[in-house]
């Protein structure tokens, strides 16, 4: 039985995504009919040729080139254009096919639901323990199962994206979206799953967790999210569970996971202190 198309609104903000947004993109429309999923990626603050090769994908894909590097700008813009919900929300370094696409999309079916994730495929291959360790605890823990950030792509409904926009612009785009909405708000669809590539080597993951760490700070000053904002924070309780697991390979991992917590909280704090909240440190590994 052929597939009967529905629309939805696809936002890729990508800044000098020229080597992963193609495979983004190939996955994403790989069985999709014609005309079911609205693409728009906008290239923002680009040197390179992300233009180029997203606009080589067809009817489907709309691009937008903004001279401004600003993720959230570049969703804002896309926003002006886009006509359709659910709106997915893409990062243009993960992979996304066109089931977990449609999963996403079907998990509005329920009325209660204003936002949803996928779950994460997480290819850890070639990446050295001090990489590995970090995210093998990382994992475990219960808020990253059941919050929205660090998937990769948020999609929302109309009324969710209205709260979206309600609030201001915070560098955790994706933390904002998890710590938005109430739990029985938000899903994460087993139907779907948004590969997302660790970085590979442990400079690159200080970076991306400083970053992760000062989006945390950061809205916890928000008014609106401050009281949402402890639910993201690690607890020693679940650390110590995680150990106590299997305390022969859990032990070491957390011990790991704590060190680089500790590392990173002090590169955060220098952050805040200086009031950078806008330095988008990003993983170039896996580029």
Known sequence: MRYLPIVVSVVIPAHNEAGVVGRLLSGLLADAEPGEFEVWVVANGCTDDTAGIASGFGPDVRVLVSSKADKHAA???????AKSFPRLYVDA??????????????AFDAPDVLAAGPERGW????????????????????VV??????RGVVAVSSDGHDQLRSLPPLLGDDLAASLA??????????????????????????????RALVSTTQ???????????????????????IALRHPVPNAPKVLWFLAITVVTRLRARRAVRAGDFRTWQRDDTTR
Do not use: C, K
């Not at 199962?145 to 660090?150: A, P, Q, S």
């Not at 708000?185 to 993951?205: D, E, N, Q």
């Open 93 to 106: 370094d993960v992979e996304l096919d066109t089931a977990g696409a449609r999963a996403l999309a079907a």
């Open 123 to 142: 290819p850890a291959e070639r990446r050295p323990w001090t990489v590995r360790w970090f995210y093998d605890v990382w994992h475990a823990l219960p």
């Open 219 to 241: 809205a916890s000053t928000n008014g609106e999210l401050a009281a949402a904002s402890d639910s993201a924070r690690t607890s020693l309780s679940d650390l110590r569970t």
């Open 75 to 81: 969703m804002r813009l896309a926003d002006e254009h």
């Open 181 to 210: 909405f109430a739990p029985e708000h938000r899903r994460v669809v087993p139907g779907a799953v948004a590969v997302i590539h660790p970085p590979r080597t442990l400079s690159a993951l200080l970076r991306i967790r400083t």
């Open 145 to 150: 199962r059941d919050g929205l950030f660090g």
